[in-house]
C-alpha cells in the first residue's frame, strides 16, 4: 500500500502534521489487518498483513518514520508489517 492512498497531501515541509495524520490511518488499518485472518492450507493462521511500498524517494523519510512510529504503539507489539523503499 502506497502512504498516498490513506492521505494525499503528503507534506515534507510539515513532516510532523503528515507524519501524525498518516499514523492515524495506518494505525486504523493495522488493527483491522490484526482481526481480519490468512488460513493456511494446514488450517493455521495469521494476522493479514499490510506491506508499505514506498511510491516516491521523496517520501523515504516519511515512509521509513510512519512505519517505526505506528509499530512503536503498543498495541502492535505482536503485528508483523512490511515495508519497501
Do not use: C, W
Request: overall charge negative; aromatic content about 10%.
Amino acid at each position: 500500500m502506497k502512504i498516498s492512498t490513506i492521505f494525499s497531501q503528503i507534506q515534507p515541509l510539515a513532516f510532523d502534521h503528515t507524519i501524525s495524520i498518516l499514523k492515524k490511518r495506518l494505525s486504523m488499518l493495522y488493527r483491522s489487518a490484526m482481526t481480519h485472518y490468512f488460513v493456511r492450507e494446514d488450517g493455521s493462521k495469521l494476522p493479514k498483513m499490510v506491506n508499505l511500498d514506498m511510491e516516491e524517494y521523496r517520501d523515504v523519510e516519511i515512509t521509513l518514520a510512519l512505519f517505526m512510529q505506528t509499530l512503536d504503539q503498543p498495541e502492535f507489539n505482536h503485528y508483523s508489517a512490511g515495508i519497501v523503499l
